[in-house]
């Protein structure tokens, strides 16, 4: 069973920073790719950011291209998604996810509270 345990959110100013953790079990966490989503209430849940296996393929919504920046250590079984120049609209509860195979994002964590006041 795949278990993915989210840290790091809280309660900052606009215009501050962040970064989220996402420690992973398994043995083989470097073989797949890992994302971040997020859902604000009231709300659909978006994506946020993705990384490839290899850390070499990135991407991320034009909500927050230029601002955050997701990353990984294999050796740790960890992502990562740094956030920087936080807006009121980044407030959601942020959840990891993982690929299995062919499928993209199959697994979930319990995801973790951002709230960024104004």
């Known amino acids: 069973q795949v278990q993915l345990v989210e840290s790091g959110g809280g309660l900052v100013q606009a215009g501050g920073s962040l970064r989220l953790s996402c420690a992973a079990s398994g043995r083989t966490f470097g073989n797949y790719g890992m994302g971040w989503f997020r859902q604000a209430p009231g709300k659909e849940r978006e994506f946020v950011a993705a990384?490839?296996?290899?850390?070499?393929?990135?991407d991320y919504s034009n909500s927050v291209k230029g601002r955050f920046t997701i990353s990984r250590d294999n050796a740790k079984n960890t992502v990562y998604l740094q956030m920087n120049s936080l807006k009121p609209e980044d407030t959601a509860l942020y959840y990891c996810?993982?690929?299995?195979?062919?499928?993209?994002?199959?697994?979930w964590g319990q995801g973790t509270q951002v709230t960024v006041s104004s």
């Open positions: 990384i490839g296996w290899s850390s070499g393929n990135t």
């Open positions: 996810t993982r690929d299995a195979g062919a499928v993209a994002f199959r697994y």
